[in-house]
C-alpha cells in the first residue's frame, strides 16, 4: 500500500509541470490524430524518463555531471525562438502537424528534472516495485494528458491561448528552458567556463 501511495505521489510531483505545456499543445490541435500524437510523446518521453532513471540508479557511477543534463533545456528555448520568429502562415502549418518526436524531444527536455528525482528513489525498490512505481507513473502521466486535453478543448481557454499563443507559447518554452539551465546548474557552468 506505501509503495501505491508514494508511486501516486511521485507520479504528481513530476507530473504536474507538464500541465501547463500540454495544455498549451492540446489547444492548438482539434482532430483527434494530432491528440493522440501528443499522448503518445508524452508517454514515450516518460518511459525514456523512467527506463533511464532505472539505468542511471543501477550505475550511479554513470551519472553525467547535473550540468550536462541541463543542456536539455537548450531545446525549449530554440522552439521557443523559432515560433517567435515563425511567419503567421507557418504557425498555422505547424499547428495542424503537431507530430509525436516533436511532443516526445519537448517533454523530455522538460522533464530532465525527473532523472534527480526518480534515480534516487529506484534505488530503494526491487525489479517488482520498479514495475508497478513505472506502470503507476506512466498511468499518472495519461491522466495528466486527459486533464490537459480537456482543458485545452474548453472554448474560454483555446480561445484566449489562439489569441496570445504568438506571446504564450514561445515564453513558455524560453522560461522553461532557461529554468532548466538554471535549475541544473548549466547557466552558472557556462557562464564560469566563457568567463
Given amino acids: 500500500m506505501i509503495l501505491f501511495i508514494s508511486a501516486i505521489i511521485l507520479s504528481i510531483s513530476t507530473s504536474i509541470d507538464y500541465l501547463l505545456l500540454l495544455i498549451l499543445l492540446f489547444s492548438k490541435v482539434k482532430n483527434r490524430g494530432d491528440k493522440q500524437h501528443i499522448y503518445l510523446g508524452q508517454l514515450l518521453a516518460s518511459f525514456i524518463l523512467i527506463v533511464s532513471s532505472f539505468i542511471i540508479s543501477q550505475f550511479a557511477n554513470l551519472l553525467p555531471s547535473e550540468w550536462m543534463i541541463g543542456l536539455l533545456g537548450i531545446f525549449p528555448i530554440l522552439l521557443g525562438v523559432r515560433i517567435l520568429f515563425e511567419s503567421e502562415e507557418d504557425v498555422q502549418i505547424s499547428d495542424k502537424t503537431i507530430g509525436v518526436l516533436s511532443v516526445l524531444l519537448l517533454s523530455l527536455a522538460s522533464g530532465a528534472d525527473n532523472l534527480g528525482i526518480f534515480s534516487p528513489y529506484f534505488t530503494t525498490l526491487t525489479m517488482p516495485e520498479f ?21 485545452g478543448s474548453l472554448s474560454p481557454i483555446s480561445e484566449f491561448l489562439e489569441k496570445y499563443e504568438r506571446i504564450i507559447l514561445p515564453l513558455v518554452f524560453v522560461l ?8 541544473f546548474g548549466t547557466l552558472n557552468y ?6
Avoid: S
Fill in 131 to 151: 514495475i508497478v512505481t513505472a506502470v503507476i507513473i506512466l498511468l499518472g502521466t495519461t491522466v495528466i494528458c486527459f486533464i490537459a486535453d480537456a482543458f
Fill in 176 to 183: 522553461l528552458g532557461v529554468y532548466i539551465l538554471i535549475e
Fill in 190 to 195: 557556462l557562464l564560469a567556463f566563457f568567463h
